[in-house]
Each structure stands twice: as structure tokens, then as C-alpha cells.
């Protein structure tokens, strides 16, 4: 059974710092991976989706990189802002969606 | 945006009500999904869909039941509400692509 373990659990920075969330997987044999963000109380925005055949994805300040053979995927947030304080979940598929598991996700807090 | 929509987003209802949680897309997405989110708790699948009378359960075992007679919409039933089914639950659709999107979820309080 897949596992998806998020480290750190909570993590709080000052505005402007650059960060790293961790997402590790244990069966490697994956269809995908997306990474989302989740406001308290309310449901999950996706923010970058990477394919198994992809290394990376970018979207604005936040790219997202995977590393099937280690099962590990990071998430880099560059200078951090404290509107994106929030819960991200990372969740992978092995076929085409049918099994999305999530982590536990890291819990995000930008001090201004 | 995504445009997945859930109603209501938040519920207060006494044991052994019959509730129905609603779940509607305009994406035109195939694959359905219902999770359910205890605080600060990771998302677990309780039910799927890969399309129109189609419905599987998923890891979670549940109380509840879904239905999928038009491709937009995937309500979830609870024939008898408890405390213990308090909780968030929130609907998802994927597409082509396999890219997920949530609905906002419903917050449900059973007393």
C-alpha cells in the first residue's frame, strides 16, 4: 500500500525566505504527483500536477520536482509571502487518479 | 478557477437525520471523488466514480452511499446521521489530464 509522509509537519519562516517542503512516497511505481494548497476550513487548490515521465514543474514563484527512483518530490516556494501561509498537501496516483493518496500535509506559516 | 461546486458548506444536524451532501461540476470531468478530512488529518477516499452508473467504494469503510446519474453530479447520502460522522467532506473531478480540483467542501457537525 502506498505510503506519503510530508516533512516537516509545521514550518515557520520570516517573509522573504526561500523554503523546501518534503513529500516522500514508498512504491515508486506512480502515475502522478500534484501538489495542493489548503486553506483552513475550506477545500484544496492544486498548484502544480508533475506526470511520472516529468522531473520538474514551475508555476510562478513555486516549482515542484520529482525524483521517481528515490520517491521523493520537493516543493520550492521563493520568497515567501505571508498570503501563502496555508496547509500544503502533496498526493500521489499510481493509476490515473483511481487511488490519489495524500499526505498529512506541512503546515505553512509567513511571519510578516 | 475550478468550478466544482459543494452544498452545503456547513451542516448542523441531529442523529439520525438523513442527509444528502451535494457535489456538481461543469468541467465535464468523468472521474468523481468523496473524501473525508478530520481536523489537521490527512483526506481519505470513501467513494469514486469513473463516470454515469458507475460508484466504488474507497478505503475509508462508510456509512454512506453516492450516486452518479448525470456526469456533473455526485451527491452523497448518510441514511442515518451520527456523532461520529462529524467531520469535512470534500469532492473532487479529474479530467484528461489528471489534474484534480475540490470543491470547498462541506463541514458537517452531527449532535
Known amino acids: 500500500k502506498q505510503e506519503v509522509t510530508q516533512i516537516p509537519a509545521a514550518l515557520s519562516v520570516p517573509e522573504g525566505e526561500n523554503l523546501v517542503l518534503n513529500c516522500s512516497f514508498t512504491d515508486s511505481a506512480i502515475y502522478n504527483l500534484q501538489w495542493f494548497r489548503q486553506d483552513p476550513g475550506k477545500g484544496l487548490t492544486s498548484l502544480l500536477l508533475?506526470?511520472?515521465?516529468?522531473r520538474e514543474q514551475t508555476s510562478g514563484r513555486l516549482n515542484a520536482s520529482l525524483d521517481k527512483s528515490s520517491g521523493r518530490s520537493t516543493l520550492y516556494i521563493a520568497a515567501s509571502q505571508p498570503g501563502d501561509s496555508a496547509t500544503y498537501l502533496c498526493?500521489?496516483?499510481?493509476?490515473?487518479?483511481?487511488?490519489?493518496?495524500f499526505g498529512a500535509g506541512t503546515r505553512l506559516t509567513v511571519k510578516p | 478557477e475550478a468550478d466544482i461546486y459543494q452544498t452545503p458548506r456547513y451542516l448542523v444536524i441531529g442523529t439520525g437525520k438523513k442527509i444528502t451532501l451535494e457535489c456538481s461540476q461543469t468541467m465535464g470531468h468523468d472521474k468523481m471523488y468523496w473524501y473525508q478530512q478530520d481536523p489537521g488529518m490527512e483526506l481519505h477516499l470513501i467513494h469514486y466514480?469513473?463516470?454515469?452508473?458507475?460508484?466504488e467504494k474507497g478505503d475509508l469503510s462508510s456509512e454512506s452511499t453516492v450516486s452518479r446519474i448525470r456526469t456533473e453530479h455526485f451527491p452523497l447520502t448518510l441514511e442515518s446521521a451520527r456523532p461520529s460522522h462529524t467531520s469535512q467532506y470534500l469532492c473532487a473531478s479529474t479530467g484528461a489530464n489528471t489534474e484534480a480540483f475540490f470543491g470547498q467542501g462541506t463541514r458537517l457537525t452531527v449532535v
Open positions: 508533475i506526470q511520472s515521465s516529468q
Open positions: 498526493a500521489v496516483s499510481r493509476y490515473n487518479n483511481n487511488d490519489m493518496r
Open positions: 466514480s469513473y463516470g454515469v452508473n458507475s460508484t
